[in-house]
């Protein structure tokens, strides 16, 4: 999971990106990227960090242009320290291009075979998204017939790219001298959203392409709608938009994690409220927690800030019990779930959370988690709440179990990293120290993403074990395990 930008404008777009990157920095703490397009040349700048840290404004003035994209990464494979896999990358034929990525290919072992046997193209990083782009550059090179490149050349090209490629993919790149190309996987597992503006100075029109909706509305923009799955979009540097659908048998797949965890409340993605979805969760938690709990012993119903906010909210007012702020968050430490390694992750529990003694001392606390993934942060949080004085601590998901890896683009490649893989759930609440714990049903969280929207089927793999895509084997998951752990 990463989040990504491109914006085509009248005027100079770097401050433009730079202030969607801040947007969307929850996406990834990691490093940042910054590629602008000054007519035919490219100018980029990208380093380890978030964006406050990466982008000094020596740098914003090396970045001239109207067209441009930005990319925030958080690390689904390898070492963060690792700045040659930091976005976005860059080919020099045909044309130039520069291109970012949000998501994870599943087929990048045959791809890579292909691009150095057949497509005689050669790869510099382990990273799947240098992949994405030297097969889009291979495809279009096949289009050029000449010195021009028009919109139909670039939407032959990713109807073969669609066709090689496996996995979700998000993607925007930039095309020297002529546009900004933004495209979508075929079962649109990660998001993507399409804005417009009339820039008040020039009373041109002003396209941006994000991650989250929040970012259009947060920098005044309108939403024009989703880009669908496998749809692609060409802006052209004078702002004249095109769009053809480029996949065969697309299909709406949204990843459900998306809803649970990784978007900001705020976002509005597939047409589905990420904020409303939540407390939907919330509302079907609480229907759970009463069917298995003594919810009469329970005193207080406590978040883990910030994201299962929501479902808490719903739970305590659902089960008529008094909801309360335990946890003091620290801002300024990154996202625990998204931090490679465990060692890192269990230090940094304790530096981003605090529990107040004064609101669990004595008292029967229920705990309102989004998800337990690793468990690492929800065990160090029940020993925090018993610490603080708590008497009993039950602890609550609004998310199923994560039993099986996600290669969509989410860092939970390894079952054996998993705390609920292959244990039941007295075994999982005995790992974690709580007196109780429980978890959303995938039926009522299915249902509570979708309701009232046009979104029929949703990517749940983590918690179902059941994958859209194709060559998703107990073999590649074998060596996804293999290669992540070595």
Not at 245 to 251: C, G, K, L, V, W
Not at 327 to 348: C, D, E, L, W
Not at 438 to 449: P, R
Request: proline content about 5%; some cysteine.
């Amino acid at each position: 999971m990463c989040g990504i930008v491109g914006v085509v404008s009248p005027l100079p777009a770097n401050q433009l990106l730079y202030d969607s990157l801040l947007l969307l920095q929850h996406r990834g703490q990691d490093s940042a990227g910054i590629a602008t397009a000054d007519g035919s040349r490219f100018h980029v700048v990208k380093a380890r960090g978030q964006v406050r840290e990466a982008f000094r404004t020596r740098d914003m003035r090396t970045l001239t242009g109207t067209m441009g994209l930005g990319h925030v990464r958080y690390v689904t494979k390898g070492s963060a320290a690792n700045e040659e896999e930091t976005q976005p990358f860059y080919v020099n034929a045909p044309h130039g291009i520069i291109l970012v990525h949000n998501g994870n290919l599943t087929n990048t072992r045959e791809l890579t075979k292909e691009l150095a046997d057949i497509d005689r193209r050669h790869l510099n990083t382990s990273s799947d998204t240098e992949l994405l782009l030297n097969i889009l550059a291979h495809e279009l090179q096949a289009e050029v017939k000449g010195p021009g490149l028009d919109a139909d050349d670039v939407f032959n090209a990713l109807t073969r790219v669609h066709q090689r490629v496996e996995g979700s993919y998000a993607s925007i790149a930039l095309i020297a001298g002529h546009g900004l190309l933004a495209f979508r996987d075929p079962y649109g597992i990660r998001p993507l959203t399409l804005g417009r503006r009339i820039e008040e100075q020039t009373g041109r029109e002003e396209w941006i392409v994000a991650s989250e909706s929040l970012v259009m509305e947060s920098l005044g923009f309108e939403i024009v709608r989703d880009v669908a799955p496998g749809e692609a979009i060409f802006i052209a540097m004078d702002g004249a938009m095109t769009s053809r659908q480029t996949a065969r048998e697309p299909r709406l797949v949204p990843c459900s994690f998306e809803y649970v965890y990784l978007a900001r409340p705020d976002s509005v993605m597939n047409g589905i409220s990420v904020y409303e979805a939540r407390l939907r969760m919330g509302n079907r938690l609480a229907d759970t927690i009463a069917r298995y709990a003594p919810t009469g012993d329970i005193d207080v119903v406590m978040p883990i800030p910030d994201s299962s906010r929501p479902a808490a909210m719903q739970v305590a007012q659902k089960l008529g019990i008094e909801y309360r702020e335990g946890f003091y968050k620290n801002r300024y430490v990154g996202r625990t779930f998204i931090m490679p390694g465990q060692a890192q992750r269990k230090k940094s529990v304790r530096q981003k959370l605090n529990a107040m003694s004064s609101e669990f001392k004595g008292k029967n606390v229920l705990i309102v988690d989004d998800s337990i993934v690793r468990g690492t942060t929800s065990r160090e949080i029940v020993e925090m709440a018993r610490a603080a004085g708590a008497n009993e601590v039950t602890f609550t998901s609004a998310a199923p179990p994560v039993r099986y890896p996600h290669v969509y683009g989410i860092n939970m490649p390894s079952r054996e990293e998993l705390i609920a893989s292959g244990r039941k759930i007295p075994e999982i609440a005995a790992e974690l120290g709580a007196d109780h714990l429980i978890y959303q049903e995938v039926d009522d969280m299915f249902s509570a993403i979708t309701e009232g929207s046009t979104v029929t089927e949703l990517e749940m793999s983590c918690f179902t074990g059941e994958y859209v895509t194709g060559q998703v084997s107990p073999e590649y998951l074998a060596w996804v395990e293999a290669t992540q752990l070595s």
